[in-house]
T-cell receptor, first 110, second 117 residues
Framework: QKEVEQNSGPLSVPEGAIASLNCTYS??????FFWYRQYSGKSPELIMF??SNGDKEDGRFTAQLNKASQYVSLLIRDSQPSDSATYLC??????????WGAGTKLIIKP | GAVVSQHPSRVICKSGTSVKIECRSL??????MFWYRQFPKKSLMLMAT?????????EQGVEKDKFLINHASLTLSTLTVTSAHPEDSSFYIC?????????????FGPGTRLTVL
């Protein structure tokens, strides 16, 4: 069974620090990887996607993919209280359906 | 990013009634849409995959006769909760697959909060 694992948290990070969120997946054939952010009571919002090994940067966000080790991470630089949310990792194996992690709750403390 | 709308955002109904939720992709065509439900503080749970012009594919344990899905056009999918009961109260979220421009991503609607009295 294809699985995506995330630490449920909460992960507490001081404001201005780097928040590091990790995700591992079981299907070695997975092709696409996504990070979504979900505020309480709201629907998920796409932050980033990554397809290739290495880093991908977008503003304060950096996604890192290591297919050999089967993990994908999300770094948030200069963390702000508004970054406090649940971060969902999603992985697409060979077909189009996403496999979702349970999410990591991130708390940024002022 | 692409925009997906959902209507209504919130609905309260009596037990036994049916509720229809609409999901629209506003600026792209979506051959595939997905319906999720989420209970408080719980993970997203995929209910079904909706394909334009064909029958939806339901996940194990989801009653297809209770949760009717219609994907009549490339921009609209509807979920009808039939004979709703209090245990159907949940946050229902749709997403639409955008495969244009070399990407293949899912964008979510804002969700519908259903309360069945």
């Amino acid at each position: 069974q294809k699985e995506v694992e995330q630490n449920s948290g909460p992960l507490s990070v001081p404001e201005g620090a780097i928040a590091s969120l990790n995700c591992t997946y079981s299907d070695r054939g997975s092709q696409s990887f996504f990070w979504y952010r979900q505020y309480s009571g709201k629907s998920p919002e796409l932050i980033m996607f990554i397809y290739s090994n290495g880093d991908k940067e977008d503003g304060r966000f950096t996604a890192q993919l290591n297919k050999a080790s089967q993990y994908v991470s999300l770094l948030i630089r200069d963390s702000q209280p508004s970054d406090s949310a649940t971060y969902l990792c999603a992985v697409r194996p060979s077909n189009y359906q996403l496999i979702w992690g349970a999410g990591t709750k991130l708390i940024i403390k002022p | 990013g692409a925009v997906v709308s959902q209507h209504p955002s919130r609905v309260i109904c009596k037990s036994g009634t049916s509720v229809k939720i609409e999901c629209r992709s506003l600026d792209f065509q979506a051959t595939t849409m997905f319906w999720y439900r989420q209970f408080p503080k719980k993970s997203l749970m995929l209910m079904a995959t909706s394909n334009e012009g064909s029958k939806a594919t339901y996940e194990q344990g989801v009653e297809k006769d209770k949760f009717l899905i219609n994907h009549a056009s490339l921009t609209l999918s509807t979920l009808t909760v039939t004979s709703a009961h209090p245990e159907d109260s949940s946050f229902y979220i749709c997403s639409a697959r955008d495969g244009s421009g070399g990407q293949d991503t899912q964008y979510f609607g804002p969700g519908t909060r259903l309360t069945v009295l």
